[in-house]
Antibody
């Protein structure tokens, strides 16, 4: 059974740092890209950071670029998100998800087929 | 303001059909596949549709997806009270070099 589960969410002061982790099981981790998605209270989903299976391609949303770093350890089936210079607007539930991406019939496909339950990050003084 | 535009809410009576539009541009929907996600309050999103119109195993055929030009549509037929949830479209955006989600649509069964 495919499972991903996040941890590390906490209350942190503005300007502080936090590291989130996601552990995966039930699939061959180093064959899949992974992603972090967040959802602020009462708001929609926001794409945060993406990393391919070999950590060669990494993308961050403009809102977190330069402050957040995504990384993975394929030997440990784990995905991390290092968050620095945190702001109130970073308050959200953070989800990690498995990515399926490929080229098909001339179009690029990108979707997220398994999600963790999420971990809450609150940035407040 | 989301790159992909969805109506905030749609509603219909039990047994009826609803459609949720997702409008984008040539830098996203026009040249990339679209996926759809269902989210109940307090829970993680769940993949509903991928590659515009494909359903993962276990998703009922009451749910369907389509795409035309720079817009995509999610359809739900035989509406049930258990379908009350938020629905999001998503795709890649070549101009932004990131993935993008629609703002989400709340489905209400009257």
């Amino acid at each position: 059974e495919v499972q991903v589960e996040e941890s590390g969410g906490d209350l942190v002061q503005p300007g502080g740092s936090l590291r989130l982790s996601c552990v995966a099981s039930g699939f061959i981790f180093d064959r899949y890209s992974m992603i972090w998605v967040r959802q602020a209270p009462g708001k929609g989903l926001e794409w945060v950071s993406y990393i391919d299976n070999r950590s060669r391609n990494i993308y961050h949303a403009d809102s977190v670029r330069g402050r957040f770093t995504i990384s993975r350890d394929n030997a440990k089936n784990s995905l991390d998100l290092q968050m620095n210079s945190l702001r109130a607007e970073d308050t959200a539930v953070y989800y990690c998800a498995r990515v399926r991406n490929y080229d098909s019939a001339g179009y690029y496909s990108l979707y997220f087929d398994f999600w963790g339950p999420g971990t809450l990050v609150t940035v407040s003084s | 303001q989301s790159v992909l535009t969805q109506p905030p809410s749609v509603s219909a009576a039990p047994g009826q059909k609803v459609t949720i539009p997702c409008s984008g541009s040539s830098s996203n929907i026009g040249n990339y596949y679209v996926s759809w996600y269902q989210q109940f309050p307090g829970t993680a999103p769940k993949l509903l549709i991928y590659d515009n119109d494909k359903r993962p195993s276990g998703i009922p055929d009451r749910f369907s997806g389509s795409k035309s030009g720079t817009s995509a549509t999610l359809g739900i037929t035989g509406l049930q009270t258990g379908d009350e949830a938020d629905y999001y479209c998503a795709t890649w955006d070549a101009s932004l070099s990131v993935g993008v989600f629609g703002g989400g649509t709340r489905v209400t069964v009257l």
